[in-house]
């Protein structure tokens, strides 16, 4: 008895992983009988390890596995939200065209990329968190090409892998940089080092090649270009798990590293350097990648663009690098997850209802679909900062963050508005087809049940987070305290 | 208390559009009663509130009303939600809900022909109402954003409500849906401003509630340059949404929405928010005389501009259109030589700006919604927007050609109607600083000369649309015309044009004792009221008699009126003598619009859509082939590795090892800029 209870604490701090695990070592057994029982079976593990996390954090636990991961409340927040990611993905994947075959492989798969990024978010050493990456990412790479047949869908996966491989060359190489530097490879110890020390060229190749490896995850400019080939290819479901999911594991990275080593050095006095690079590297992201969707014709490559400018938004973060900002850009990851995620599904849906993915093929959708239309506005229009929506709001604080009483970024505040309007416009083209314009066929389109769900979920969360955002900005901000302990 | 319940004004509206919008397809007129009740209960008790406020020891003291409760807090910020009740609160709320409600009436009957599509309209305009109202009680700048923008998304809506299937045929459904855009990201621009403006007052202030930056203490702790930058980002704001110089362009075309919409953008909501935002910030923007100066120079420049793009349009909406913008022009104009007043003398007791220009949003709401409504019903009886198509309607339409002669006879400032008496004001306000010899005299003289310009313009253009519509002989659209509208459309003409004729002599009943910009120094403990100018009947009457401009303004709308009789309607001078049959430059200059559109279109589309291409090209091409050349030379030339698909591939990679090296260099950079 007492065996299994020490067993069962010291697997405590990752029950979550370790059910998901076990639920990804059954599915590819469910999977040979039934896609639609799998799916159904990847959302119960989730929903339970979701309980489990719950339970966790309102507990207020905290532990370490093994020293290499921590549970406390920033890990639990970030595995919630990697387990919606996981349960919205799971609920369009089995009814949509694009992923018809392999249904065991394909949830599996989705489960351990989702073990993986959890891993990150908990990482408390350098190499549990490179682990975690490509845990996740070499299961991304085969997501990627679950289109079978399609070449556009291998081909997205060979430009996904090759590229990938390159990174992850360049961050371990960083890692191993550092390694060197400090003799430690716990993160608090790196960041430490990072804060104290003083410029020599080791150093900058060392932040470097870490900062080239980890930006290709969140398609930060100059490491965005792989994005838009490989979300226009891989099938949507699997492009809503890229945008919304191993994005974040991404920041998250970034997080642990960098804004922890720039608190750390405001504590000893001076603003680091390296701040105003990834002012720059925001600034460049988020208009960069603005002013290229704009000419877009395919949706998933302008929601791909629109991916980048996100990502250049929550780099603000990373900038200003406070607490506070952590706040706000843990909130816009979260207001992210449902209307990128909402758009996205929105998408998906509709491609299984024979629709293609281009702009022009969405005239008159609000004849055709009206709420689909109309949850498809509510998505573009928080995405582009529309009050009362969820996404005005998170802007509103990760963009008030950089409002800081020296002023010093208050020209990314001007910069980051100015791109929000730019983005209206893109946003705006899509509502006008929706709405204004007059479609090839007027004919009813009813989505499939668990797409209508899906959308459901995201435009309810959409809504009610732009109208009552307390709730959240309180799981936020007892993360950052968390955080900031590690 | 009824006050503690105003937060219902807003919200009332907003039911009706959930329940209008949930379950219009099977209420009668789409639910149009439903819409029409909340907005009789929303003016109901916004005069109650308005009855407890102004009669109450708060108004006494000059104190605003204030119920907050927190809606956001992060990091060291706090955002309330709350309402906020003052004078100008209290005529901002009754004049827009009592006018809402009218135009809400009137649809019954203008829409009644429009099916399913009822059920939209009436959600969205009861949606509008709820944002204005919104807007107008919000306790912070942030509130009042985000009421401004959910009236911006209605405005979108609405605008593109015709976009479908419009009666005029599919070249006007899709100018109706490039109008909704237009409209919408002309106004986006203006929120740009607004929203930099609020993260700038954010900084300089640490808040955003009202009761935080109207507090004289507080701005004297802030920083000057920043409250400088912030009310020009704010005004910035106004500038888009007011439809003010040079962003004026996209109103007239908004005019491609059904009528009501018109009425309520230009009376009741939207287009007077951003007045609205400027008379709210008052004690912000006094704070530099120079914003004033610009608020002056805008406002009278819109003024005139706009009043000459009306001299020759020929289509009965847009005349209309211009003449709003070059109302909201006069406005802004008021309210700018008023608080250029305060912000270079002080305490000055005798600034009418402010009441000038708050009276004349009253006045032209009443007055505006009546000659819209005029002009919905005329089009509802021929069919047609074009004034070449019409005449002789005034024995059909004789409800209707009476009270828009009303209409226009006010707005064109004929003595004693509701508009002579604000634009004598504003007259007067635009002279006042160079009377007193302030440096920007000269500047103010002409801005007055500009204003009595575009007063004689106003009364041409007013009445060259009057004649040419109900005098005259009957053309081709007069035939079809089947006598007077129903009665859910005049009943509403009429009670607005016993207002439109009357509400001038409000001032005279002490509204000019309402309509003051008060500013309670903490600091000194002095109070200083600005605005009322006298305060007695007798004194403003006396003032605005005995002044001579007075009597030019008089003469100058009087000989508009006289100039469109003799062209318009007698004949005995002929239009086509001034424009050489539509040859002539000006003629054309005007008609172009100055040219704006095609300006915007070049900056819009060809600038902005061609630099968003431009930077895809760069990125595909050109930063590719670079690429391809650096790895190319890395590599030792490619001749035998063929260009396939993974060739692109090996550009990537190429270009994130020149990524590295581009980041390592700009990193250095930085360190030894830092260091140095």
Redesign the interface.
């Known amino acids: 008895m007492s065996v299994i209870q020490e067993g069962i604490d010291a697997l405590m701090p990752i029950m979550p992983q370790f059910i998901l695990i076990i639920a990804a070592l059954i599915v590819p057994a469910i999977g040979l009988k039934s896609g639609k029982a799998s799916s159904i079976f990847t959302m119960a593990a989730a929903a339970l390890a979701i309980a489990v996390t719950a339970y966790m954090m309102y507990d207020g636990y905290t532990d370490s596995f093994m020293d290499i991961f921590e549970f406390n409340d920033f890990t639990g927040l970030m595995t919630v939200l990697f387990l919606i990611v996981l349960i919205l993905v799971s609920l369009i994947s089995y009814s949509g065209s694009e992923t018809r075959k392999h249904h065991g492989e394909y949830f599996a798969l989705l489960i351990v990329a989702t073990v993986g990024m959890i891993f990150v978010a908990g990482a408390s050493n350098l190499i549990a968190l490179f682990i975690g990456i490509e845990l996740a990412s070499i299961s991304s790479y085969a997501l990627v090409a679950f289109k079978k047949n399609d070449p556009a869908s291998a081909e997205a996966s060979v430009k996904y892998l090759i590229i990938g491989g390159l990174s992850t060359a360049l961050s371990l190489y960083g890692i191993s940089l550092l390694y060197g530097l400090t003799g430690s490879v716990a993160i608090s110890d790196v960041a430490q080092y990072l804060a104290e020390g003083s410029f020599t060229w080791t150093y900058i190749v060392a932040v470097i090649t870490v900062i080239a490896g980890f930006g290709f995850k969140i398609a930060m400019v100059p490491f965005h270009f792989w994005a838009p080939d490989v979300y226009e290819g891989a099938p949507t479901p699997v492009t809503t798990f890229l945008a919304i999911g191993s994005k974040k594991m991404g920041f998250i990275v970034f997080f642990k590293i960098f804004l922890m080593m720039f608190i750390l050095a405001q504590v000893l006095g001076g603003i680091p350097e390296m701040q105003w690079l990834f002012a720059f590297l925001a600034a460049a992201t988020m208009t960069l990648g603005n002013l290229i969707a704009i000419s877009q014709t395919s949706i998933k490559r302008m929601l791909a663009y629109s991916s980048i400018a996100q990502a250049g938004y929550i780099l603000i973060v990373l900038a200003v690098g406070s607490s506070y900002a952590l706040e706000g850009g843990l909130f816009h990851m979260i207001t992210h997850v449902f209307m990128k995620g909402g758009a996205f599904i929105v998408v998906a849906a509709l491609c299984a209802r024979g629709l293609s993915e281009n702009i022009s093929d969405y005239r008159g959708l609000a004849k055709r679909a009206p709420l689909v239309a109309f949850a498809m506005m509510l998505f573009l229009f928080s995405l582009a900062g529309i009050p009362p929506l969820a996404g005005f709001d998170s802007k509103f604080v990760l963009f008030s963050s950089a409002v800081t009483p020296d002023g010093t970024w208050i020209w990314l505040v001007a910069v980051a508005v100015i791109n929000s309007a730019i983005s209206l416009y893109y946003y705006a083209r899509v509502v006008k087809a929706m709405y204004v314009d007059k479609g090839a066929s007027t004919e009813k389109m009813r989505v499939p049940m668990p797409f209508a769900i899906a959308i459901a979920i995201c435009a309810i969360a959409t809504v009610a987070i732009g109208i009552y955002p307390g709730p959240i900005i309180e799981l936020c901000e007892s993360a950052v305290k968390a955080f900031l302990l590690m | 208390m009824i006050m503690d319940y105003a937060w219902l004004i807003p919200l009332i509206p907003l039911l009706g559009f959930v329940a209008v919008g949930f379950f219009g397809k099977k209420l009668p007129e789409g639910g149009g009663y439903i819409a029409i009740g909340t907005a009789i209960i929303a003016f109901v008790i916004s005069a109650l509130v308005s009855y407890e406020y102004l009669t109450g020891d708060l108004f006494a003291a000059s104190q605003p009303y204030v119920a907050d409760i927190q809606?956001?807090?992060?990091?060291?910020?706090e955002i309330n939600f709350g309402i906020y009740i003052d004078s100008l609160t209290c005529v901002m709320m009754l004049f827009s809900s009592f006018i809402s409600t009218l135009i809400f009436v009137y649809s019954i009957g203008y829409m009644h022909g429009e099916g399913q599509r009822k059920r939209r309209y009436y959600a969205e305009i009861a949606l509008f109402l709820s944002g204005m109202l919104g807007l107008i009680l919000a306790s912070n700048y942030?509130e009042m954003?985000?009421f401004w923008?959910?009236m911006?998304?209605c405005s979108?809506?609405l605008i593109?409500f015709w976009?479908?299937k419009h009666p005029e045929g599919d070249e006007a459904?899709i100018k109706?849906?490039s109008a909704?855009?237009k409209a919408?990201?002309v106004t986006?621009?203006g929120?740009?401003c607004f929203?930099?403006g609020l993260?700038?007052l954010?900084?300089s202030f640490g808040n955003l509630d009202f009761t935080t930056l109207f507090d004289p203490a507080e701005i004297a702790g802030a920083d000057g340059t920043m409250i400088l930058i912030g009310s020009l980002l704010l005004f910035g704001g106004v500038i888009g949404k007011s439809a003010q110089f040079p962003l004026q362009d996209w109103l007239p075309d908004a005019m491609a929405g059904p009528t009501t919409v018109s009425a309520l953008i230009h009376a009741a909501t939207m287009v007077k928010a951003g007045v609205y935002l400027v008379a709210r910030s008052y004690p912000l923007f006094i704070q530099n005389a120079d914003v004033m100066l610009l608020v002056a120079i805008i406002g009278g420049v819109t003024a005139f501009v706009a009043a000459s793009m009306a001299m020759n349009n020929m289509n009965i909406k847009r005349v209309l259109a211009y003449s709003t913008i070059s109302q909201l022009g006069y406005m802004i104009m008021a309210l700018g030589a008023g608080g250029y007043l305060i912000a270079m003398e002080g305490e000055v007791e005798a600034s009418i700006g402010y009441t000038a220009g708050v009276f004349h949003m009253v006045n032209h709401a009443f007055f505006k919604a009546l000659l819209f409504m005029c002009a919905g019903s005329v089009i509802h009886a021929v069919g047609t927007e074009d004034m070449r198509k019409m005449g002789g309607l005034s024995k059909k339409m004789k409800i209707t050609s009476a009270t828009m002669l009303i209409g226009s006879l006010s707005i064109a400032g004929f003595p004693l109607l509701s508009g002579f008496w604000s634009k004598d004001l504003i007259l007067e306000a635009a002279m006042e600083p160079s009377i007193l010899g302030l440096p920007a005299g000269t500047i103010f003289l002409f801005l007055f000369a500009l204003a009595a310009i575009t007063a004689f313009m106003t009364a041409f253009y007013m009445f060259r649309m009057w004649f040419m519509t109900f005098k005259g002989q009957p053309k081709e659209a007069s035939e079809h015309c089947h006598g007077e509208s129903p009665r859910s459309m005049t009943v509403p003409l009429i009670i607005l044009s016993i207002f439109a004729a009357c509400s001038g002599f409000l001032i005279f009943l002490g509204l000019n004792n309402i309509i003051t910009f008060s500013v309670l120094d903490h600091g000194s403990g002095v109070e200083y009221l600005v605005g009322g100018f006298g305060h007695t009947a007798g004194h403003i009457f006396e003032s605005i008699f005995t002044n001579v401009w007075t009597y030019v303004s008089m003469a100058l709308a009087l000989f508009g009126i006289l100039l469109a009789y003799l062209m318009y309607c007698k004949g005995s001078i002929d239009p086509a003598r001034f424009n050489s049959n539509g040859e002539s430059k000006i003629y054309k200059f005007l008609t172009a619009r100055y040219f704006f559109p095609q300006l915007y279109d070049q900056i819009a589309l060809k600038l902005?859509?061609g630099?968003?291409?431009g930077?895809?090209y760069i990125?595909k091409n050109l930063v590719d082939g670079t690429v391809n050349g650096i790895s190319n030379a890395v590599v030792g030339g490619s001749g035998s590795m063929r260009k396939m698909?993974?060739g692109?591939?090996r550009d990537?990679?190429a270009?994130?090892i020149?990524?590295?090296i581009?980041?390592?260099a700009?990193?250095?950079v930085?360190?030894s800029w830092?260091g140095a």
């Open positions: 809606w956001l807090a992060f990091g060291k910020y942030l954003f985000i923008e959910i911006g998304v979108y809506l593109g976009s479908f459904s109706a849906a909704a855009k919408f990201l986006r621009l929120d740009v929203m930099t993260f700038v954010l900084w902005g859509y630099v968003a291409r930077v895809d990125d698909q993974s692109y591939v990537y990679a270009f994130i020149v990524g590295v581009v980041l390592v700009i990193l250095y930085i360190v830092g």
